[in-house]
């Protein structure tokens, strides 16, 4: 192997490398370079990458996960005759267009009130992306709640959005004692202090459906209390960097070298987070698992010919998290909401192509729902 790659390095003859099964040296559960004798395999070095992968039956996590994408070149898989397995781990497709539909015969009510809230003067950015992806779901309305100093500008900023003022946490409260108010999304732009924390605590008081991303991740991080009030109706969408202040234990796990197979995979850090925590855990990246607490799981791998690297773009995950809210507030289960918002989200940025920015986002989901057929 060494030889090849030399003579490749060299430029000395046109090798074409076909892997069977996975590329020597990368692990098939975790998508992770393996090390060798006890010790990490060197930076960017432990594995030849391969032009094509030929697997067989299914696809296998490290296909997908982490440098398995890079390193398998395309993947080809071959049926072997096996039945299809029931297996607790799926890979994520185009959600069923029966579940994003809308019936004819309901009104605006009928599709759900999501309450998105919002930060402090000047901060409102995140939350309004947030709200105007929960309202391109189909959400049939879409509240922002944001502090007194925040109406004026918010107000020039919003329509088919609605506006309230949320001073403190009793004003959530008493808000929501309207039960339409079915969906709850905390956490883009919101902000770190006493406020918000209690507003987090209000959130999660009321017990309904609820997305928590950002600075809500943040104040979970910091507060175990507040940790503790977590339930099975949150979605919570950690970037790699949010995740490790939530679960410093686990990230920290799967962070260090990999030197033997199987090694700790993004799907066991967000497998075990979920069951830690009692919510669906979303990790967010180019490949994206998402959890429940028994251990169900789903890769969403923005690779190959679903690759969408303009949406490392800042807003983009305040997007997604607006739309999960919205499909919750359509009542979707956590798990389906998060999994069907993944994909739409993925793909509208694919179709909208290169130059993407996070505002464009919740305007590519027409187009991407007439696609599927609504
Ligand atoms: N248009 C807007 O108004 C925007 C507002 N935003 C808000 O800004 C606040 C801070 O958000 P940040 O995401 O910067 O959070 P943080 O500042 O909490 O976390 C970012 C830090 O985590 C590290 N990190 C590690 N892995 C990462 C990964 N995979 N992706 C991103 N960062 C990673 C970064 O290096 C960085 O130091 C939030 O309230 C957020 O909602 C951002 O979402 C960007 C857009
Ligand atoms: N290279 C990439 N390929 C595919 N998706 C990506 C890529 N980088 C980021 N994303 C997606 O974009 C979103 C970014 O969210 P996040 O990190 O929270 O950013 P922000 O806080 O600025 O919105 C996530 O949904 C993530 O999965």
Redesign the pocket.
Known sequence: MAGIAALTAAGAVEVRIVAVDIPSGLCADSGRVLGREGRPAPEGRGVIPADLTVTFHSLKPGHLLADGPRLCGAVEVVPIGLPAADSPLALLEAPDPALLAKAGFGHKYSHGHALVLG?GRG????AR?AARGALRMGAGLVTLGVPPAALPENAARLDAVMLRVLADADALTAMLGDGRLNALCA????GLGEREKALLAAVLEAGRPALL???AI?LLAGDEGLRARLHAGVVLTP????F?RLCPGIASRWRAPAIAGPAFSKLDAARQAAAELGCIVLL??PDTVIADPGGRAAIHAAVRDRAVPWLAT??A??VLAGMIAGLLARGLPPFEAASGAVWLHAEAARRFGPGLI?EDLPEALPGVFRALGL
């Open positions: 930060g901060r409102g950015g995140a992306l956490g883009p732009g919101l991303d950002a600075d943040t970037h790699e960097g949010e490790a967010k990246g800042a807003g995950g305040d996070a």
